[in-house]
């Protein structure tokens, strides 16, 4: 008997033709042994609601929930979780394209390789599926690990659409507790604490970019701009962006959730040291020396420049201001 797998889809209002394309790719896959799980949160386009009913109606591989109010998209992903029971699991984005063997070739590698966690690469592609990058791996220096690291801790590993993860991985993260700002983080946080992870350098899936990301592949500078457009673009307006939008969100909270979750008195230690380490950057105005901190917490492989950007963001936060604003 073939394993299962439960792909967890979350919705809500989503464009209509992106959705349609995602779910044709799940449906279609090489690998048939699914079940579809989909949680609508709450869309008010009813064009959405009927096209998922229409989904469910035709393919007996489709659970459906309509939910009665807006959970958000870590509550909805939780209650996603809960009703899960395969083996094995998968997030998706609701805008993607999954390649036909996307499921197969993962399943292959968590299998074989007797992890908890596989995550693969992706192209970037645009609102109408062209390629725009051939290696999100190589865009965004995803971080590549086989079987354990810290960077587990200090750095999501792997977006939640790359992924898939065992059933005992599911049973110790839900429900969510509340620090969770990142499924996918946590996900792979815990497979780091027990068999390890994997990944496959193969391209298995067309990552949509567009204007309503919610996180999206968008670059730092991207990123930056966004924000000077929304709140300015004063020295003082860099260092709110730096503190809240940079250490705070995209790595303090992930440490404080790994810390709410972690069993393992090494990683507690470790936490620990990296709280003290984020909390230290955001009083920095000008300079921060503890540089070789940085290595110690987040150094690793096909992270070069990212590095880069971050020791500047970091620890040299006026020399980021000067090169950034422009």
Request: with cysteine; glycine share 4%; aromatic share 14%.
């Amino acid at each position: 008997m073939k394993d299962k797998v439960d792909v967890l889809l979350a919705t809500y209002n989503t464009n209509i033709e992106y959705l349609k394309q995602q779910i044709e790719s799940i449906l279609n896959q090489t690998y048939k042994d699914i079940k579809l799980i989909i949680s609508d949160d709450n869309s008010t386009n009813e064009q959405v609601k009927q096209v998922l009913k229409n989904y469910e109606k035709k393919d007996v591989r489709v659970k459906l929930y309509f939910q009665n109010d807006n959970l958000g998209y870590i509550k909805n992903f939780n209650f996603l979780l809960q009703q899960s029971d395969a083996k094995y699991i998968m997030f998706s984005d609701h805008d993607d394209i999954w390649y036909e063997n996307k499921i197969e070739k993962t399943l292959e590698k968590i299998k074989n390789e007797n992890v908890d966690l596989v995550y693969c690469n992706s192209h970037q592609i645009d609102e109408k599926g062209n390629i725009i990058k051939d290696s999100y791996f190589k865009y965004k220096n995803v971080p590549l690990i086989k079987g354990h690291s810290k960077l587990a801790i200090s750095r999501c590993i792997g977006i939640g659409c790359s992924q898939m993860f065992t059933k005992d991985i599911k049973e110790r993260i839900i429900p969510f507790k509340n620090q969770v700002m990142a499924h996918d983080w946590l996900v792979a946080f815990i497979a780091n604490e027990n068999n390890g992870i994997d990944y496959i350098h193969e391209p298995l899936f067309g990552y949509r970019l567009h204007n309503t990301n919610v996180f999206g592949g968008r670059s730092f500078g991207q990123n930056l701009n966004k924000w000077k457009e929304r709140y300015g673009n004063s020295y003082n307006d860099y260092l709110k962006c730096r503190k809240e939008s940079i250490i705070d969100k995209a790595y303090l909270n992930g440490a404080k959730m790994c810390k709410e979750y972690c069993s393992n008195e090494t990683d507690k230690k470790f936490i620990a040291d990296l709280i003290k380490y984020y909390e230290g950057l955001k009083k920095s105005k000008y300079i921060n020396f503890h540089i070789i901190k940085y290595f110690k917490f987040l150094y690793g492989k096909n992270l070069f420049k990212k590095m880069l950007k971050e020791i500047i963001s970091f620890h040299f936060p006026l020399l980021g201001y000067i090169i950034y604003r422009i």
